[in-house]
C-alpha cells in the first residue's frame, strides 16, 4: 500500500489550498480515507475523514465549515482547505485504514503518507 501526498505550500491567511492523496491498496476497495496534521512539538491530530464511498465525512472541530474532504474514486482523496490561518500551519497527511468505519483516532489508520507541508503566514 502506497500513498501519495501533495499540494502544500506556503499562503498567506485567509488563502485557500487543495490538498491531494492518491493510494494504492491493493485486493481491498472498502477502506476510509483521512487527513491528519502534526505541527511541530505537537502530536498527530484528526483533520477530516471519508467513507469508502465518498459519504459521511467527518471533520474536526478546528476546520468545520473551512475544510471539505473529498472522494472522487475509490483511490483518491482531497481536502479543500479554505479560510486558511496560521495555526493551520503543519506537516498534512493522508492515512487509509482497511475497515469501513470512520475514526478520529490516529493509531487505527494502517497506513501512511509521507506528509506534506502547509504553511499560513499572518
Known amino acids: 500500500v502506497q500513498l501519495q501526498a501533495s499540494g502544500g505550500g506556503l499562503v498567506q491567511t485567509g488563502d485557500s489550498l487543495r490538498l491531494h492523496c492518491a493510494a494504492s491498496?491493493?485486493?481491498?476497495?472498502?477502506?476510509?480515507m483521512g487527513w491528519f496534521r502534526q505541527a511541530p512539538g505537537k502530536e498527530r491530530e484528526f483533520v477530516a475523514a471519508?467513507?469508502?464511498?465518498?459519504?459521511?465525512p467527518s471533520y474536526a472541530d478546528s476546520v468545520k465549515g473551512r475544510f471539505t474532504i473529498s472522494r472522487p474514486n475509490t483511490n483518491t482523496v482531497n481536502l479543500q482547505m479554505d479560510s486558511l490561518k496560521p495555526e493551520d500551519t503543519a506537516v498534512y497527511y493522508c492515512?487509509?485504514?482497511?475497515?469501513?468505519?470512520?475514526?478520529?483516532?490516529?493509531?487505527?489508520?494502517?497506513?501512511w503518507g509521507q506528509g506534506t507541508q502547509v504553511t499560513v503566514s499572518s
Open positions: 492515512a487509509a485504514r482497511l475497515n469501513t468505519q470512520i475514526t478520529r483516532i490516529v493509531g487505527l489508520y494502517n497506513y
Open positions: 491498496v491493493r485486493g481491498f476497495s472498502r477502506y476510509t
Open positions: 471519508i467513507s469508502w464511498d465518498g459519504g459521511t
